[in-house]
């Protein structure tokens, strides 16, 4: 214990006190700070108005919206819009509360559903609400639409009473009953970008400096004094801490200019950051985080010791970055379609769930034995593979030789365990 305390102090200030490490964190800090900082500067800001959709003949059958659920509430209106948005007889359900029981309940595959009220109000009601919700714009330009229609039928109307029938309003209301997709949007590509850039960095960090020292010939000394257990133990823990410690001063950073301009940001975005960062939500991103980073770490620190030169070290760790890409890649998929059945298996998969789990959490209702079971596994991997990248450390201190892959070196030390 006191080796690996000794180890892990060395490492760490050696560390931080890098002045690449201090110059990225400062223009980090500041880069977060400036951002956050930006409603100060700029009070108001207007966003572009989007395209809607257009209904040239509401009489005609027009847009279908797949996967929806309706009520209507006034059964005239109701044979006025379904036309035009041929609707399905079983889409529609006699009352508001049935149609909220057939949203949650998955069998029925529905994205979201509509409760018309009026021909100028309705409800949009989400499940689980993702990213896009074009729906919504659609189903306001078929109620205009539809309004226009039905005043157009007098065919008695004076030019106030037509200008009147282009600025019709319809008012929508919002209901999530599960999760909120949208308003998590920016915590999770946030939180997607942080952990990319902690593991690739620091673990690309991690194994030059293993290599360096074996290239060095600085292992052989440490070894002869060290248990090699100690040692990359004492480097992990380390490299760990470091990469957690820039983490704060960059958020610190982002913090202090949120809290100055707080009174500047518009009500909507501050509903969303408030939405954004549940408890639940922060335990599930901290957790898979730091047990996915420690279990990278070990990847990392383990192919840095089997090679002999550094310049070696990026072909090395190699294998080790396309799967955690791939985990970053379903990640993406995870924003547009958190229940895909690529997106489930990938935050199962230990080698992707720590990035692809905290994705999908945010954004769809996910059974508890799921985030059970993936954490589970995320666990026991990050034991087993710490145990074999000990044993590669070992193993590759004292090898000179050519390097040795990765999947190699798991083989070769599973195999000395069986004899």
């Known amino acids: 214990m006191k080796d690996l305390l000794i180890v892990f102090r060395f490492e760490l200030f050696n560390q931080l006190r890098?002045?690449?490490?201090?110059?990225?964190?400062?223009?980090?800090?500041?880069?977060?700070?400036?951002?956050?900082?930006?409603?100060t500067v700029i009070k108001f800001f207007e966003n572009g108005k989007t395209e809607e959709p257009i209904v040239e003949n509401p009489e005609e059958p027009g847009i279908k919206i797949e996967k929806t659920a309706y009520y209507f509430v006034n059964k005239i209106d109701a044979e006025k819009v379904k036309t035009v948005l041929a609707i399905d007889e079983k889409d529609i359900y006699d009352s508001e509360e049935t149609l909220k029981e057939n949203?949650?309940?998955?069998?029925?595959?529905?994205?979201?559903g509509f409760v018309i009220q009026s021909l100028t109000e309705y409800k949009t009601i989400f499940n689980d609400r993702g990213l896009s919700a074009y729906e919504s714009t659609i189903i306001n330009e078929v109620l205009r639409q539809v309004n226009i229609a039905d005043k157009l039928s007098d065919y008695e109307l004076t030019y106030q009473e037509y200008q009147e029938l282009q600025n019709v309003t319809i008012n929508e209301t919002q209901e999530v009953l599960g999760k909120d997709g949208m308003s998590n949007m920016f915590m999770t590509y946030f939180m997607i970008?942080?952990?990319?850039?902690?593991?690739?960095?620091?673990?690309?960090?991690?194994?030059?400096?293993?290599?360096?020292e074996k290239d060095s010939r600085t292992m052989e000394l440490l070894i002869t004094s060290v248990k090699p257990s100690s040692l990359i133990l004492g480097k992990v823990a380390a490299m760990g801490l470091a990469a957690i410690l820039q983490l704060s001063v960059v958020i610190l950073g982002g913090v202090i200019g949120f809290i100055l301009s707080r009174n500047?940001?518009?009500?909507?975005?501050?509903?969303?950051?408030?939405?954004?960062?549940?408890?639940?939500?922060?335990?599930?991103?901290?957790?898979?985080f730091i047990i996915g980073y420690v279990l990278y770490l070990f990847l990392y620190a383990s192919m840095g010791s089997v090679v002999s030169k550094v310049e070696d070290v990026s072909s090395a760790i190699?294998?080790?970055?396309?799967?955690?890409?791939?985990?970053?890649?379903?990640?993406?998929?995870?924003?547009?379609?958190?229940?895909?059945?690529?997106?489930?298996?990938?935050?199962?998969?230990?080698?992707?769930?720590?990035?692809?789990?905290?994705?999908?959490?945010?954004?769809?209702?996910?059974?508890?034995?799921?985030?059970?079971f993936s954490l589970g596994l995320l666990i026991l991997s990050t034991v087993f593979f710490a145990y074999i990248s000990i044993k590669i450390y070992r193993m590759g201190s004292l090898n000179y030789g050519n390097k040795i892959s990765f999947f190699k070196a798991v083989k070769m030390v599973l195999t000395k365990e069986k004899k």
């Open 193 to 212: 970008i942080v952990i990319y850039m902690i593991i690739t960095l620091y673990g690309s960090a991690t194994s030059t400096n293993i290599a360096r």
């Open 318 to 372: 190699g294998p080790i970055m396309f799967v955690f890409m791939i985990g970053y890649f379903i990640s993406f998929v995870a924003m547009q379609s958190p229940d895909n059945i690529v997106v489930k298996i990938g935050s199962w998969v230990p080698f992707s769930s720590l990035i692809v789990m905290p994705t999908r959490y945010p954004l769809t209702t996910i059974p508890l034995i799921e985030i059970l």
């Open 264 to 288: 500047n940001y518009p009500e909507m975005l501050m509903m969303v950051v408030k939405s954004s960062l549940t408890l639940d939500t922060l335990l599930v991103y901290i957790v898979y």
């Open 103 to 112: 949203i949650v309940n998955k069998d029925n595959d529905y994205r979201i």
């Open 18 to 39: 890098k002045k690449s490490v201090i110059i990225t964190t400062s223009i980090l800090a500041l880069i977060l700070f400036g951002i956050t900082s930006i409603p």
